[in-house]
């Protein structure tokens, strides 16, 4: 693999895989700038250079430059506050081999980066397998490195750290399906509690109407109270002897002077 490098502006101000008379802007040294890393792997021109940049331009995002014996093809994914190439990579396609080169920024791990780019790399190698090809080992061994690297910068550390969450995912999912549960168990005890208030209340009811007075022996109580308390009587001490309304007694009073069973005093 090529050593990290500062990418800057060629000859005449311009750079690989631009077209002529585009000039490609100076990128600053500063921290924030990204690196950049690249790799060669050996392939061959099956067909022509104009095949492979024919290919390379139904890709709509992709920036495409022919040179005498090389095509390039630049994908610029972002760009910095100044416009400048940020997240970017260029593919130099060459008589008998391939050049890769790839910006690394400082938020992304290098290995992480550089497994991102070969899947880039291997989808546009399949749009131009018909005039340009790359020997499947070089790609089985150009992908089995990649992972390599990125198995070996994951640490014993995030393994478990990996596990325990995993555990407490399954824990939560768990959790889920048990509050689910109590949430139905919840709603049935609900309604079974509705219905079974609705039967109390009916029963109440019921019951009331049994212990309650019929008016022929709340006719005999209101005669016997006034001939126990001389001619008088208190309705409200009654109806709490008698848990009978004060209306109903009023009416059965009015109904028994009616009828003649009692007379008013005046």
Do not use: C
Request: charge should be neutral.
């Amino acid at each position: 693999m090529a050593p990290p490098q500062q990418v800057k502006a060629g000859a005449g101000g311009k750079a690989a895989g631009q077209p002529a008379g585009q000039a490609q802007p100076a990128v600053s040294a500063a921290a924030q700038t990204p690196k950049v890393d690249g790799f060669k792997i050996k392939a061959k021109l099956t067909g022509t250079f104009k095949e492979v940049s024919d290919s390379l331009r139904t890709i709509s995002f992709l920036e495409v430059a022919a040179e005498k014996d090389a095509v390039n093809a630049v994908y610029v994914e972002s760009r910095d506050i100044n416009k400048n190439p940020y997240l970017f990579s260029i593919l130099k396609f060459k008589k008998d081999e391939m050049e890769v080169l790839y910006s690394i920024p400082s938020e992304i791990a290098p290995r992480k980066r550089k497994l991102d780019v070969i899947r880039y790399l291997l989808n546009i190698l399949s749009l131009v397998e018909s005039s340009f090809l790359v020997e499947s080992k070089v790609l089985y061994q150009l992908i089995e490195t990649a992972v390599k690297d990125l198995l070996e910068s994951v640490t014993m550390d995030y393994s478990k750290l990996y596990t325990a969450y995993d555990s407490v995912k399954k824990d939560a999912d768990d959790m889920r399906k048990k509050v689910e549960r109590m949430q139905d168990q919840n709603e049935a005890l609900t309604t079974k509690n509705y219905e079974l208030k609705s039967a109390n209340d009916e029963l109440t009811l019921r019951i009331n109407a049994l212990e309650g007075l019929s008016d022929d022996a709340l006719k005999a109580k209101l005669q016997e109270w006034v001939l126990e308390h001389n001619g008088e009587i208190n309705i409200i001490e009654f109806t709490k002897l008698y848990k009978v309304a004060e209306t109903r007694v009023e009416q059965m009073l009015n109904k028994l002077v009616a009828e003649g069973y009692l007379e008013v005093l005046k």
